[in-house]
């Protein structure tokens, strides 16, 4: 009786003392997950995300900023190719800026409300506070969660989250398919709540001139006899960087802005090809009968080199490259327009553009992975997307959603190899 007593008392005393050492149950962290995104005011992350969609990982640089109520930027750079895009959302609607294509898409979207996104807290967060099936675990310093994704890509079943157990903070993010395969992995070095921004950290025109200010930096260290004030401008930027986030937090990586190049110029005529009721087959017999040069004499002389056309690798069923066919348009920028048949038909046009102005276009914005795309178009849709400096155009009056997109990122995919 004694002994019964006294592992009770045991057991008691072992509870009282986890209780004292502060563990939380699931249902207290989601309670306090729920505090803190109603009280989100702003937030700047940085990571690294890799991609496992393909024949091999893609690895990118991915840098959030979010200010309330609904201001965001998102830059994805590939180090390894030096190429960066950036998402902007601001009062004036939402931009994806291709500094090396030195041009942007600007489009009506209620961005990222409508499209969860694996490196926005808001995203993490509701996934976890909407799942009342979710999984909940404790792992050192991290609690996590193992819960359903709901992202564009269908494909993509589950997630689990680790977030810091004092500040809620996301320390890492795996996104699984059905079959449990990790087919997207996010890693945060760093993320900090209630950051200062600048006032231009949202705008667009201010971007853009980080990059021409960036660029013309890189130009002036590779200059001959200038390498080592290169490099003493580099550091120092490098310095009032590190210490303009300490001190203050605003604009609190310089270095993501600066990733941009200069001279971005919006893109009209890229938005132009996207919008209802145009038909690459047509355009394209057209200028191929009326407004094409030899490549020789083509307006820029650009050799042949210059322009790379990528076959995707990803076919839908029962579908067959058709034809492909030269183009050289009247802006003198060469181009390739494949035809697919079968199953469905569709063609794919590639460009290397000039610098053109930008266009507000209604459309939908699609998260491809490696760059955003924008769909638009009713019966006839063209998904229009731009990366190392090319541009693509898929038009279909019969490819579903979820098939463009496959294509796509197949384009994406051979471009990196």
């Given at each position: 009786m004694r002994r019964m007593k006294w592992a009770a008392a045991v057991v008691l005393c072992v509870t009282l003392i986890l209780a004292g050492c502060g563990a939380k149950s699931a249902e207290s962290v989601v309670k306090d997950l729920d505090g803190v995104l109603g009280g989100l005011k702003s937030y700047?992350?940085?990571?690294?995300?890799?991609?496992?969609?393909?024949?091999?990982?893609?690895?990118?640089?991915?840098?959030?900023?979010?200010?309330?109520?609904?201001?965001?930027?998102?830059?994805?750079?590939?180090?390894?190719?030096?190429?960066?895009?950036?998402?902007?959302?601001?009062?004036?609607?939402?931009?994806?800026?291709?500094?090396?294509?030195?041009?942007?898409?600007?489009?009506?979207?209620?961005?990222?409300?409508?499209?969860?996104?694996?490196?926005?807290?808001?995203?993490?967060?509701?996934?976890?506070?909407?799942?009342?099936?979710?999984?909940?675990?404790?792992?050192?310093?991290?609690?996590?969660?193992?819960?359903?994704?709901?992202?564009?890509?269908?494909?993509?079943?589950?997630?689990?989250?680790?977030?810091?157990?004092?500040?809620?903070?996301?320390?890492?993010?795996?996104?699984?398919?059905?079959?449990?395969?990790?087919?997207?992995?996010?890693?945060?070095?760093?993320?900090?709540?209630?950051?200062?921004?600048?006032?231009?950290?949202?705008?667009?025109?201010?971007?853009?001139?980080a990059a021409?200010?960036?660029?013309?930096?890189?130009?002036?260290?590779?200059?001959?006899?200038?390498?080592?004030?290169?490099?003493?401008?580099?550091?120092?930027?490098?310095?009032k960087t590190a210490t303009d986030d300490a001190n203050t937090g605003d604009n609190p990586d310089k270095s993501a802005t600066d990733d941009a190049e200069p001279g971005d110029n919006p893109d009209e005529s890229a938005t132009d090809e996207a919008e209802p009721g145009d038909s690459p087959d047509d355009s394209a017999t057209d200028e191929t009968d009326a407004g094409t040069v030899p490549d020789e004499a083509a307006a820029g002389g650009e050799a042949a080199d210059d322009f790379v056309p990528m076959e995707p690798s990803y076919y839908p069923e029962g579908v067959a490259l058709k034809d492909i066919t030269d183009i050289t348009q009247a802006d003198g920028s060469k181009g390739v327009l494949m035809r697919f048949t079968g199953t469905y038909n569709y063609t794919l046009f590639q460009t290397k553009p000039k610098d053109v102005d930008a266009a507000l276009v209604p459309g939908v914005m699609l998260d491809l992975g490696h760059?955003?795309?924008?769909?638009?178009?009713?019966?006839q849709q063209t998904l229009t997307w731009t990366y190392q400096g090319y541009e693509y155009r898929l038009t279909s009056a019969e490819l579903p959603e979820d098939e463009m997109v496959k294509i796509a990122r197949s384009v994406l995919e051979e471009m990196e190899k």
């Open positions: 700047q992350g940085k990571g690294t995300m890799t991609l496992h969609t393909g024949q091999q990982p893609l690895q990118y640089q991915v840098e959030v900023w979010y200010k309330k109520p609904s201001y965001y930027r998102v830059a994805l750079t590939n180090a390894a190719k030096d190429i960066t895009q950036i998402v902007l959302r601001n009062d004036e609607g939402v931009f994806v800026l291709t500094p090396k294509l030195k041009k942007s898409f600007r489009f009506q979207s209620d961005w990222p409300q409508n499209q969860g996104q694996v490196y926005l807290y808001q995203t993490l967060v509701q996934s976890i506070l909407l799942d009342n099936s979710r999984q909940f675990a404790i792992d050192k310093e991290s609690y996590v969660f193992d819960v359903m994704a709901n992202y564009q890509n269908g494909s993509l079943a589950r997630q689990k989250i680790w977030l810091d157990q004092k500040t809620y903070a996301p320390q890492r993010v795996e996104v699984s398919d059905a079959n449990a395969n990790v087919m997207v992995e996010v890693t945060f070095d760093q993320f900090r709540f209630d950051v200062a921004f600048d006032d231009k950290a949202f705008d667009m025109e201010a971007n853009l001139g021409q200010q960036q660029e013309e930096q890189d130009k002036s260290a590779d200059a001959p006899g200038q390498e080592e004030q290169g490099a003493r401008d580099s550091h120092g930027d490098q310095d760059t955003w795309g924008l769909l638009a178009g009713d019966v």
